[in-house]
């Protein structure tokens, strides 16, 4: 089957650490198919014999532009130094999947990535120089494309990609890439970062008509049901029983249950029928999972997906109150559908701010006294946060987290960003487990179901274009050169 990594596309994608929960993963196109079943453990590494030391490449090689992409030139040192700090990137996201699930080791660039392995059946090397191949590729069509938008680079942008190439770790194993290139290389990097991060962002920036319009075509996307549902599956052998060993009714009896829960509708008989059903066919059951059987009868806040009884549910005709059952074609069983509130949008309040992260109490309370010694705008804020923040979710986007629902964030950051007295323009240092925030309040944002129309709206133009500025782009490397990579 397929394997799943987070892989470099236009830049890798850092996960925001305010956010209380994300998860980003990518299809990789560069891996072969395998046996492993996911959620199985992973064969062990077949390979467990001493590793072979890497030489460094000869200068030369390093020095010699191998490629020309977007007219970009890619020197054999910018190459290595892009393989290896992908390496690290993808490492340090999916290190658990790496080692845990996948069988795979930590890369070490002291000795050849041809016997280390990122899959157990899949060597880091052969992995990992076709994706270089293509990062390189698209991140020069973007490089090219930002020159081509007249993209603006501020000095706050400036001072930031200075000061991480100052910070940059080097891996054991590749200080023989000099400081020049990487400070070349993480330029692009870093370009490639505001080009596709803020400046497709703001260049694809939708308005209220478009947001409006959008919801009116697909409600659907954008609205919640509440509903009272329960399934009854059925056999015509009275001896089944399911996977949890319970047995089934016959399917006279299913439709004899779901026509009485029909009749009950939104009232509590609903629930006391769907306890009666469950303790018929689980003579042994525990008092725990009946609670938890009954409370998933009621669901508040349903959004689409494409079900039967969800399709019944989210119909423009639906009103409180309608109820209905539905014969599964798939599998044999019968669910009771009550409608307790029909599709309805999202009202709840967002808010949209700035912050920077730091990692002592100290350098926060500096950098809000620099800001409040200024003239204290939105503007400078965002560039005092470019300059300084260690949050990598926002660094180029000026510390900018907008219109996020109530309870996404961490506590401490929540309950800041949502208090009932906050006005635009207001500041405060915020401490998490992540390190101390300097906040700055933007504005109350639009109500949520907008703020996901937007976000909708703009993440598939921003996409659209993405797609089509790296459509069929390649690196032509020089003859000889992929297939002698050193590494």
Known sequence: MKKFLITAVASAVLLSICLSSCTVVYESAGTSDSNTTAGTTPDPIESEKPKTPVTP???????????????????????????????????????????????????????????????????????????????????????????????????????????????????????????????KCLELIALNDIFYYRHLEEKNAVTDDEINAEYEKNKKNYTAVDIKYYQIPFSDDTAATDANGTTLPTKAQAQAYADRLMAAGASDEFEKIVEEIYKAHNPNYKEEDLKTILSYCKIEGQTYYEYDFLTWAFDSARKEGDVTSIESENEDAISVTVCLKPAYPDESPTASIRHILVDTEDIAKSILAEFEAGDKTEASFAALATKHTTDPGSKYTGGLYASFAEGTMVESFNDWSFDEARAAGDTGIVATDYGYHIMYYVSAGMPMYKATVQSTLVSNKKQAEYEKLVKDVKAEFIDGFIENINA
């Open 57 to 183: 490449p000869a200068e030369d090689d390093l020095s010699a532009v191998v490629a020309q992409c977007s007219g970009t030139d890619i020197t054999g040192e910018d190459f290595y130094f892009f393989l290896y700090y992908l390496c690290e990137l993808i490492y340090k996201n999916n290190e658990a999947y790496i080692v845990n699930y996948y069988g795979g080791e930590k890369p070490d660039y002291r000795y050849t990535l041809k016997e280390q392995y990122i899959m157990s059946d899949t060597t880091w090397y052969d992995y990992m120089i076709p994706q270089t191949e293509g990062f390189i590729a698209e991140m020069c069509a973007l490089i090219k494309a930002s020159v081509d938008d007249g993209m603006v680079v501020t000095d706050a942008d400036k001072a930031r990609i200075q000061n991480d190439a100052k910070n940059y770790a080097i891996p054991a194993g590749t200080e023989y890439i000099s400081e020049s290139c990487r400070n």
